[in-house]
């Protein structure tokens, strides 16, 4: 590729950037008012302030542009879980660090939260595999405490399924959500159960 064309791509990208950003933050807004097939691009645009041209030159359709967004949000809240967790050592803070920064995290933004747990349920068979894949790395990340813990002597997780123990971790945690976006209830109560059942389900004593 000559040094000319790359500048010209470089540039084109330059330019759609901030579009992208609009349009993706547009989507958290309409979706969590009022649903994924209640949205149109026309929504979308007019809430972004931007063209039609200019969203279709970031996305390929509202789908694809919903995709990205599950991706770009399930990242930002992956990301601050990881660094949450490595800032401690012992297990027990490991596991609550990871804990309340996810739930915290969706506390602190419940259209964001919204969207990734209710929203995003039986769109399509595409974002059905993007929520998915979204899970299994949260479940990964689990499956890491888990194991760790299962190593201690003595551990009654060692005959376990820890795969099947991590996927049910996130579920819980996922609904428990679910149920506090969709009820409004207590949240530091709700954060202090949620961390509880979490703890006794990865480090039993």
Do not use: W
């Amino acid at each position: 590729m000559s040094s000319s064309t790359e500048t010209v791509g470089a540039r084109t990208s330059d330019r759609v950037a901030p579009h992208r950003e609009r349009i993706l933050d547009a989507i958290v807004s309409l979706v969590a008012e009022q649903g994924y097939h209640e949205t149109a691009v026309d929504d979308v645009v007019a809430r972004a302030r931007c063209s039609k041209s200019a969203f279709y030159a970031c996305f390929a359709g509202k789908e694809h542009a919903f995709a990205a967004l599950l991706e770009r949000e399930g990242e930002r809240l992956l990301s601050a879980v990881v660094e949450a967790v490595a800032a401690e050592t012992e297990p027990r803070r490991r596991v609550a660090a990871g804990v309340r920064t996810a739930v915290r995290g969706c506390i602190a933004d419940t259209a964001t939260a919204r969207v990734l747990l209710i929203e995003s349920v039986g769109v399509s068979a595409t974002i059905e595999e993007r929520r998915r894949a979204l899970h299994a790395r949260f479940a990964a990340m689990v499956l890491v405490q888990a194991r760790t813990a299962a190593a201690r002597e003595g551990s009654p997780l060692g005959g376990l399924d820890l795969e099947t123990l991590a996927y049910a971790v996130v579920g819980a945690v996922n609904e428990a959500v679910v149920h506090l976006l969709e009820t409004g209830g207590d949240a530091e109560a709700a954060l202090r159960t949620v961390e509880h059942l979490v703890a006794t389900a990865l480090l039993p004593r």
